[in-house]
């Protein structure tokens, strides 16, 4: 079965960085596109970034690009997701996602998405 186990996250102060890891398990993890999505107190899931199936093709959300950096480790099975200059409203539970059977590319798209982890919290306080 697919699981989907995100780590890493904390209460830090603004400016400071964080790094987000996804340990993934039953499945080919190498085959598969993935992304990181975040859910802040009262608002909708959001697209934070993603990465193609080898990791050479990468995407962000405006309000992390030049910020976050997503990356892939295919021999550890692992996602990462890089968080420089944090700030307040960066504040979420930020999950790992992966894309629906036999996709390789990445997306944007919460609905491109079939298999969620069950978050981790990110504080940034000022």
Do not use: H
């Amino acid at each position: 079965q697919v699981q989907l186990v995100e780590s890493g996250g904390g209460l830090v102060q603004v400016g400071a960085s964080l790094r987000l890891s996804c340990a993934a398990s039953g499945f080919i993890f190498s085959n598969y596109a993935m992304g990181w999505f975040r859910q802040a107190p009262g608002k909708e899931r959001e697209f934070v970034g993603a990465i193609s199936w080898i990791g050479g093709y990468t995407s962000y959300a405006d309000s992390v690009k030049g910020r976050f950096t997503i990356s892939r480790d295919n021999i550890k099975n692992t996602l990462y997701l890089q968080m420089n200059s944090l700030k307040p409203e960066d504040t979420a539970v930020y999950y790992c996602a992966r894309r629906t059977s036999r996709s390789t590319v990445s997306s944007a798209a919460i609905t491109a998405y079939s298999d969620w982890g069950q978050g981790t919290q990110v504080t940034v306080s000022s």
